[in-house]
């Protein structure tokens, strides 16, 4: 806690510290609630294993701010007008604390997902306007198919953990999908344009209001850089089209609810449509096979590898999300029509 309050220091922070507390259950970043006496902030520590790059996050948040939208909560800058501090206890950045809202973990309702859709449809609305060219990647190659099939190909070859054989049909299924790259590759040279994009579109990154559920902002701006539009989209149905959870033990609850996608969709075109071109609007759907594959194949080299990189609560589980990810796909790409 004495290393929180001494970054505190570095902000331009209005009124007394009353309080400092741990905030929240994220996985990467270790987040704190500050409470003054003229109100309360939220202060997280960037892990820099992930992150590695603090002058990339210092420039992508810096041109988002600049837009001075609504759609982000406002940060707060240091005493030298950076967004973030940097010492040798780490990399912080502080944003004012949002009151009477919430970040929802799950979607059970159709009003909520298209709340959603239409959080993020604003995000790509009003980034719609800045040069995506000038934004860094903040983790290099994050959504970058091509690359993930080069990993997997390693993984396969290499067989670490001694997990070829038993993960045969995962590899078999694996390659049967290997027509969607070059689909997406085929898109982007018809003209699906590069644009700035959230690249982590899951639920929890959105703030409701509480009692009415309605957007207030988008949050967990780090993973923010170039990218295309179908990538956010398809994140937003890998993460809330099914009901389960990746790690789901009893692959038959795995479903794509009936009226998920049009709500979903429905929402995010609300707010963005007349940002987007006729060739991105036509491919939304594609976007889900797209992010759901690469998801799919990426547990399945961490598994093949022996568990490096995802974190696992019992012995197979990415065994059991890399099933679940392959079904996931397999019920989308019999609904969808490209």
Not at 144 to 154: F, P, S
Not at 235 to 249: G, H, I, Q, V
Not at 278 to 300: S, V
Request: glycine share 6%.
């Amino acid at each position: 806690m004495n290393i929180a309050l001494a970054a505190l220091k570095a902000f331009q922070l209005k009124g007394a510290i009353e309080k400092v507390a741990p905030f929240g259950s994220g996985h990467i970043n270790d987040t704190f609630k500050v409470e003054t006496d003229c109100g309360n902030y939220l202060l997280q520590k960037v892990n820099t294993k992930v992150f590695q790059n603090t002058q990339t996050l210092e420039n992508n948040l810096n041109l988002l701010q600049g837009l001075q939208s609504e759609v982000f909560a406002r940060h707060i800058t240091t005493e030298k007008g950076k967004c973030f501090y940097v010492d040798q206890s780490g990399c912080w950045k502080l944003q004012e604390f949002v009151v009477n809202a919430y970040g929802p973990t799950t979607a059970n309702n159709l009003t909520l997902v298209k709340e959603v859709g239409k959080g993020f449809g604003m995000f790509t609305k009003v980034t719609s306007v800045l040069d995506p060219t000038v934004f860094n990647e903040a983790i290099p190659n994050f959504h970058n198919l091509k690359w993930r099939l080069q990993q997997l190909d390693e993984a396969i070859e290499q067989n670490r953990a001694n997990r070829r054989e038993s993960s045969q049909h995962f590899i078999e299924q694996a390659n049967t999908f290997r027509w969607i790259a070059e689909h997406f590759n085929q898109l982007i040279r018809g003209g699906l344009p590069l644009r700035v994009c959230h690249n982590d579109t899951k639920i929890d990154n959105i703030l409701l209001t509480e009692g009415t559920d309605e957007f207030r902002h988008v949050i967990d701006l780090d993973t923010t850089g170039p990218g295309y539009v179908l990538s956010d989209f398809g994140d937003m149905m890998r993460t809330l089209l099914s009901p389960t959870k990746e790690a789901e033990l009893d692959e038959s609850k795995i479903e794509i609810r009936e009226g998920y996608l049009e709500a979903l969709k429905s929402g995010y075109l609300s707010s963005c449509a007349e940002s987007l071109l006729p060739l991105e609007i036509q491919n939304l759907e594609f976007g889900g096979l797209y992010m759901i594959y690469m998801q799919a194949i990426r547990f399945l080299a961490d598994y093949l590898n022996g568990d490096t990189y995802y974190k696992i609560s019992f012995a197979e589980e990415n065994y059991i999300r890399t099933r679940n990810q392959f079904r996931l796909l397999e019920l989308l790409n019999k609904q969808i029509e490209l």
